[in-house]
Structures are given as structure tokens and as C-alpha cells.
């Protein structure tokens, strides 16, 4: 039997078999301890009597540490690890089986590297999912400093795909969420902080604009506006809450006007947004992509394969429908199964998405729903975009979460099991934000006990100490 508060503790935390668990109830047996043994201390017991009756009293440790572990235990998140999953082979199946058609024309998405692909994601979501996302913010520069060199080195090897860095433009995806750990680092260090919040996204933002991979660029800047909006709710940076969000406010309205003044002076700026919503301006050149798409809509089915010919297309469908393999997939979906099926893909993939970004906004740890924003918001913006896309309206080429291309399917798995890691820990994330809520402040209360049995006026004083160091006083009088 243990005597010592240390030895009764290490005790019960060697029964509890959730390792970040081990902590948190070992400050909260601790703390109960310790309040007993001060309880027997005022009943005229030594040091070492008191401390051996408060851990006799709680009982013995191998049983509580038992009755703990039993309580302690992550939340398993298998309906949604067993959607993605699920999604993902679909999306695979889809690749195989709907190009296989063209291979004679072109290179058919390879059955093999397809079930590669599928493996190493499973991997990188089951590997993230058991992963302690806190592992990231306690190593936050490290983290950052890291995702520069590897954007930097991409930069450097990648080849040029359709004029774009090939690897940088994945490495970008990762970039918000390398934005929420640097937000981590910058919590709690006032005015200081808050500026290091905001100079830290420039340098993610130039590497993927040198890319030049323009929807990263923009997911990595919705995604950072959103992400210090929430900081700032939460008032991470010790500045208060109105003036963290006027910053941030103020540093959008200045990005939203510079990008306003950029479309209304370059001429290829507002040539985009003219193919955007009038691709038939420019059929043979830039809005030849989003006719083509338009034409394929136009002689889909409800369900079955459309009839290309009636577009009066000189070339087959695999040989006039640019991307039919990778980002335009979708669009091949709705050719060759029909309208049905595309809706019901988008369906199950816009409510995975919705599921996780409801989860995401019920997390009562801070840290947690920062990190699971940081994946829900771009890919759910990407999702939005591909669907536009695939329905003839496009601004950026994006790919459909778990749905088209092997590598970005590796990605996305990854980063959806980062989220699914926070919502895993939820239990001791909420008893971890209900200790720090308590740890906040500290209040002192003195009140004349003897004046107030004798019916005199009663004087009551308050000391709050906040976790910042700053102090208040408050004073009340009866």
C-alpha cells in the first residue's frame, strides 16, 4: 500500500492505459490529496500521519487507477474513419473504372498505383488519427520552420505541371494547418504576438503564389482569416477580444481591396472573371475548358451515358474533355453514369464534410477546434470549388476531396485523420479547457466574520488574479 501522495499516484496513473489521460488525473487526484492532508493537518497530525490517512482514505490505488482507466478512454470516431475510408475506395474505384475506357488514347489511371495510393492514405489516417495532435503545438516553430524548408525545397525540385510546381502545390494544402500551430505559438504574448500571427502567414502565402498554385493561395487565406477570427473570439493573444478581431477585420478589408484594385487594373485578371461567368467569349482559349463541360452537361443523362455525338465534337469525349481523369472526373461521372450518381458523390462528400465541420465547432478545447478548423474550412472551400467547376463555372482547378487524384486522395486522408485525432480526445480536452477556465484567475476572499455575527456591517474583499498577471480589487460593503 502506497504512504506517499507521489507513490499513490504513480500507482494509479500506471493503471490508466490512455497516456494523455495520466496527467490530467494526476493533477486532479493531487489536488483532492492534497486538500485532504490538509484537512488532517488541522486536526493536530503530523506531517507524514496526515499524508499516509488522505491516501488510506481514497482507497486503494491499483483499484482507483482501474475505475479511472475504465472512465478514461478516448472516443472512438470508427463511423467516421470507416466514411472516409469508404469514400475514398470509392473514389479509387471511379478512377480505374471510368477511365479505363481511354486507354487507347491516353494513359488510363493505373490500377496499381491506385491501391497504393489507397494504402499509404489509409495509412496516413490511421497513423494521424492515433497521433497526439498537441505533438504539433508543443513543437510549434519547429513545425513551421519545417513547412517553409519543405515548400522551399519543393519549390526547388518539383517539375512543372500545366505551369505549376507539382509537389509544392500539396505541400500548400498542409499550409493552413501549419498556420493554426503557428497561431499556438504566438498565443498569450499580447501585441507581440498578434503581429507575429499575421507576418507568419506571409511567407506561407509567397511560396505557394511562387508556385504558382493560386487556390492554395486563397485557401490559405480564407482558411488564416478564419482561424485568427476564432483566436481572436477566444482572445489567444491577451489583447482583448474587439481589438484582436478589428485587426484581423481590417487586414482583410485591406487584402479584399488590394485584390479588387488588382482585378479592376490587370487586364488577365478581369479576362478570368469575364471566362468565368462567359466562357463562350473565348471558346478556343480560355473558356474552353468550362464550354466543353457545359456541352458534356448538355447531353448527360439522368442516369446512363450521354450521346456525345449530338455536340457535333470532332473528337471522341476522352480526347475533347480536358483533366477527364483528374480534376474534371465529376464531370465524367455525369457523362458516363449520369446526373444520379453525381449528385448522391457530392452529397456523401459535402456531408462528411458538414458532419466534421459540425464536430469541429462543438469542441470545447481551444487548441483542438483551431487544429480541426484549420482541415474542415479548406477542404470544405475546395469541395465547393470542384463542384463548381465540374458544372462549368470555373475560377481555380480543384481537385474533390477523396475523389480525384491519387496523391491529393494521400492528403486529404492525413489531414482528415488529424481532425478525427482532436475529436478522439474530445473527453480530456473538455476536463483540460475545464482545468485551464479554472486556473484563469484566482480569487481571494476576505470577509469580518465576527462583525457579521454581531449584526455589524459586513466588509467583503476580493482579490482576482488573472493568468496574465494583472490584478484586480473589488470591494463590497453591507
Known sequence: MAETIREYLDTVQEQIRWKRARPVVARELEQHLNDQRGAFLEEGNTPETAERLAVEEMGDPVTVGTELDRVHRPKPQW???TATIALALLGGFLRVWLTASGADMYEAVSPFRTAIALALG???LLGAYFLDYTWLTHHAFGVYIGALAAGVLSLWLSPDINYVSYYTRYVVLLYPTVYAVWLYHCRRKRWKGLLLAILGGVPLAIIGWLAPYVLGVLLLMVTGFVLLLTAADMDWFGVG???TAAVALGMAAAIAGSVVWQVWKNGWCQGRLLRFLHPELDPLGGGYQAMT???????????????WSETGAVFPFERSVPDWTLDFLPTTVIYK???????LLVLAVGGL???LLWKCLRQKNQTGRLVALSVIAPLTLQTVFSVMQNLGYILFSASMPLVTGNLPTVITMGLIGLALSVFREEPIAREE?????AASSIRLSLRNEKDAQNGNHVLGVSLIISRD????TESTSE
Open 79 to 81: 463511423w467516421l474513419l
Open 122 to 124: 489509409t495509412a496516413c
Open 241 to 243: 477580444r474587439a481589438k
Open 293 to 307: 463541360v457545359r456541352k458534356v452537361l448538355s447531353v448527360s443523362q439522368w442516369r446512363g451515358t450521354g450521346n
Open 337 to 343: 453514369l449520369g446526373w444520379l450518381p453525381f449528385i
Open 353 to 355: 464534410m458538414l458532419r
Open 433 to 437: 479547457s475545464v482545468e485551464q477556465n
Open 469 to 472: 498577471g494583472t490584478k484586480k
